[in-house]
């Protein structure tokens, strides 16, 4: 079975802050995980992922993250934070069901940055 | 730019009635997904199709069916409307996990 776990439901920071967004992960193999967006009226976007190679990837939009085996986590961070970066963010872990490949979403971290 | 095309935007529609959401994607992937949105934005995925075969039926109720002509098609059919349906259905192709998303469906059931 896999799983994506996002703690925050909401996250309200300031403009200029750093921001960081949880995500945690339980699957049995090695974990191809990934970040999406999904800003107010609109559809989800893809902003980076991880595959294997170096434990921090770059995305869109100045995000990155960080993966994390020890404690099964991949972060999403920016600095510094942008009113425009206040959307719902999703993260998603990608596993095999029959070999094929299963999507799995997280709840989602609505985030709000202040002017 | 938008490879994965989803008719209609928006319907609304009475109880009992049945509605067919259409998707199609240019994107070349073999896989296809539709996913529920509801009020809270949580994102749950329903069907899962490979190249028109079902993978993945997550525990949807059966008056929600899929239906897929070619691995660029997926389509949906809900044959009885409830007022729990009412969400955005989103529908969404994929090749190594990189998803890509249609505008989405938003129905109404009243």
């Not at chain 1, 800003?39 to 976007?45: D, F, N, R, V």
């Not at chain 1, 994390?68 to 999403?76: A, D, P, T, V, Y």
């Not at chain 2, 938008?2 to 009992?16: L, W």
Request: glycine content about 6%; proline content about 4%.
């Amino acid at each position: 079975a896999q799983s994506v776990d996002q703690p925050d439901a909401h996250v309200t920071l300031s403009e200029g802050a750093s921001l960081e967004l949880r995500c945690s992960y339980s699957y049995s193999a090695a974990p191809y995980l990934f970040w999406y967006v999904q800003y107010p009226g609109q559809s989800l976007q893809f902003l980076l992922k991880y595959i294997t190679g170096d434990t921090v990837v770059k995305g869109t939009k100045g995000f990155e993250a960080e993966f994390r085996k020890s404690n099964s986590s991949f972060n999403l961070k920016k600095s510094p934070a942008h009113w425009s970066d206040s959307a719902k963010y999703f993260c998603a872990l990608e596993g095999q069901v029959y070999g094929n490949e299963k999507i799995t979403f997280g709840a989602g971290t609505k985030l709000t940055i202040k002017p | 730019e938008t490879a994965v095309f989803q008719t209609p935007n928006y319907h609304v529609t009475q109880v009992g009635n049945e509605v067919s959401f259409n998707c199609k994607q240019t994107l070349g992937h073999d896989t296809m997904y539709w996913y529920k949105q509801d009020s809270k934005k949580l994102l749950k995925i329903m069907f899962s199709y490979n190249n028109k075969q079902l993978i993945v039926n997550e525990t949807v109720p059966r008056r929600f069916s899929p239906q897929s002509s070619d691995k660029a098609h997926l389509n949906l059919r809900i044959k009885s409307v409830e007022p729990e349906d009412s969400a955005v259905y989103l529908c969404a192709s994929s090749r190594r996990g990189e998803v890509f998303f249609g505008k989405g469906t938003r129905l109404t059931v009243v």
